[in-house]
């Protein structure tokens, strides 16, 4: 999808554009962070900093999107 709507630019608005693909690659990003919360990850001292890393990108997520809505 990612390699689509960067193609296709679905928006008029070249703002829009790169904001979906910066949220299209952060809902990549997660989905990789969550795979690691998986019976494949035993260390619990890696799922830990995984968990620090996952709610670091969601909170930077949010708080770019506030500020693209607020500007």
């Known amino acids: 999808m990612m390699v689509i709507s960067g193609y296709t630019r679905p928006v008029i608005d070249s ?3 790169k904001m979906e693909l910066v949220n299209e ?20 001292e890696n799922r830990n900093l995984v968990g620090r890393s996952l709610m670091i990108l ?14």
């Open 15 to 17: 703002v829009v554009n």
């Open 58 to 71: 969601i909170i930077l997520v949010v708080l770019l999107n506030i500020a693209v809505i607020v500007i």
């Open 25 to 44: 690659t952060c809902v990549l990003l997660t989905t990789y962070h969550l795979y690691q919360f998986t019976e494949f990850m035993t260390h619990l």
